[in-house]
């Protein structure tokens, strides 16, 4: 059924993200953009000896964006930069854990996208 | 009146159920259901007489020519025209622009097009005044949806070339008054070309009385296949406009040197065209007169009545567009507060409900509503009040599902 990826999780992050807000002084920050609805998320990164020390998002979007994109952050936090590039698109999926049909998948990837941005962008040695 | 009742029966993609729900299709200004004479008229067409059309001398090609003839002539008097003001092109972006690459524009030339347009009205028009130099200016909307009338006026000038301006808003639903509007323009001697995708398919369209010099329209959203759609032209621009594809068909003569033309409609009709697309919208419009133009925008008018009266009623709406239904078409965006319109077009969808989310094509006027994206319910012959009932019922839970 179509309704499975309303998750209580996904709701919940939704409505109160525990990554949400920007970092002054970034070591990398991008932006990225869904022109079928405008949805933005912009991703922002601390790096410590090549380990993401800090990682929160901004923007708006839908339940699907957000809450991924939230998800993304707690994930970032455990990784090393190196392993932050070699993230799919799958293992973002699988992250959510909820059923993604073709038309949402935009969504689903947006913070990753602003992520691989970011890693891209570094305005440091990160 | 018509019996709105039983033409549901003709769209046999309807009676599906969509996860286990009675399809409520509320997307028609998007894409238009087609009924089974539309689709029949087609696989007739290639049953039984398909052949490329004023190529060759055998039966079919003959009897394939007169289908495609006959069903310009149908557009032609649809609209209160003539058959060689009747351009067969893919959709209303291909008929626009058509016309923007058609017309001679220079510099200091001024276009005026509106706040409230599909980007397939403006997009082309930037394009031309970058390539020529011509400057475009752009009538903002007013806070109840309707055209900044005055700003218009003040617009006008002797440097006005054309005035592009949509007959029905697809976000707004607000139907622009086409008529005033050419009249304005026509004191400064500027041409009108009027985007008609979304007003052709709901009211009754007389050319000759707006006045315009183009009106474009698509036939998928008029109960027609997708890959054909109109551009009326006043005969006498067309004759001095270039054409916008060359090669086959449009051609008087050719040497190795150079190349004439043949005069309007086929001058602008180059290569094979759609010819079974313009038989089954020769079909369409056949189902559309028998029912009545006058009596479809009496439906829709009922409809847009009933869903703005019991959609206000929902708690955190916000619905964009004039609230009074005399001057909208069958055309409802709205947002509800703390809900984006991707999560509330998929929870109803879950109940088998289709709108559209999105900006709608028109991101211009998605800024100047402080809206990212919208979501957008809109109607046809084939609904009724009961698909209203069953979107407010959606909402209903997509306020459930989003904790709202």
Redesign the interface.
């Known amino acids: ?3 499975d ?2 998750a209580e999780e996904i ?1 919940d992050r ?2 109160s993200p525990h990554n949400f807000g920007k970092i002054d002084k970034a070591d990398a920050q991008a932006m990225d953009y869904n022109p ?4 933005e998320v912009e991703i922002f990164l601390k790096v410590k000896d090549g380990k993401i020390s800090d990682v929160r998002f901004a923007g ?5 964006s957000q809450a991924a994109s939230d998800i993304l952050c707690d994930c970032a936090k455990t990784k090393t930069v190196a392993e932050l590039k070699n993230m799919r698109d799958e293992d973002m999926i699988n992250l959510l854990g909820v059923k993604i049909t073709g038309t ?1 998948l935009k ?1 689903a990837l947006l913070g990753l996208w602003a992520l691989r941005g970011a890693l891209k962008n570094g305005n440091r040695n990160i | 009146m018509a019996d709105f009742f039983t033409i549901r029966a003709d769209f046999l993609i309807l009676k599906q159920k969509i996860n286990g729900k009675r399809l409520v299709y509320l997307d028609s200004a998007a894409t238009s259901q087609k009924p089974k004479q539309v689709i029949e008229a087609e696989k007739v067409f290639y049953e039984t007489i398909n052949a490329n059309v004023a190529r060759s001398i055998h039966y079919l090609s003959e009897k394939a020519t007169e289908a495609y003839e006959n069903s310009r002539k149908k557009v032609a008097d649809f609209i209160n025209s003539d058959s060689d003001e009747i351009i067969f092109v893919r959709n209303t972006t291909e008929a626009i622009n058509l016309a923007a690459n058609g017309l001679d524009f220079k510099k200091d030339d001024e276009i005026i097009t509106t706040l409230m347009e599909h980007h397939s009205n403006i997009v082309p028009w930037q394009i031309i005044c970058k390539k020529t130099g011509a400057k475009l200016k752009i009538v903002d909307t007013l806070p109840d949806g309707q055209l900044d009338l005055k700003q218009f006026e003040k617009f006008l000038s002797s440097k006005t070339k054309l005035v592009a301006v949509t007959h029905v808003s697809n976000v707004l639903g607000t139907i622009n008054p086409v008529k005033e509007i050419t009249r304005l323009a026509k004191k400064f001697g500027a041409l009108v070309l009027i985007d008609g995708a979304q007003g052709a398919p709901h009211m009754k369209v007389d050319v000759n009385d707006i006045g315009c010099d183009f009106y474009a329209f698509s036939g998928h959203k008029l109960l027609a296949p997708t890959g054909i759609g109109v551009l009326f032209g006043k005969k006498e621009i067309l004759d001095k406009m270039q054409p916008f594809l060359y090669g086959g068909h449009m051609i008087k003569k050719v040497t190795k040197e150079s190349s004439t033309f043949m005069d309007a409609p086929e001058r602008f009709e180059a290569g094979t065209a759609n010819f079974a697309g313009a038989v089954a919208l020769g079909a369409a419009i056949d189902y559309l007169e028998k029912i009545g133009m006058e009596n479809v925008r009496e439906h829709e008018k009922e409809l847009t009545r009933y869903a703005l009266e019991k959609l206000s009623k929902i708690k955190d709406i916000e619905i964009y567009g004039p609230k009074n239904a005399e001057i909208r078409g069958g055309v409802i965006s709205f947002n509800i507060k703390g809900a984006h319109p991707h999560d509330v077009a998929q929870i109803l969808d879950s109940e088998g409900i289709a709108i559209r989310s999105g900006h709608a094509c028109a991101m211009p006027l998605m800024q100047r509503l402080g809206a990212e994206s919208i979501c957008r319910a809109s109607f046809y012959i084939y609904n009724d009040k009961k698909d209203v009932d069953a979107l407010v019922k959606g909402l209903e839970k997509v306020k459930g599902v989003l904790k709202l």
């Open positions: 059924m179509t309704l990826i309303y709701i939704f409505k079928a609805c405008g949805d708006r979007g839908c339940a699907i949402r969504c």
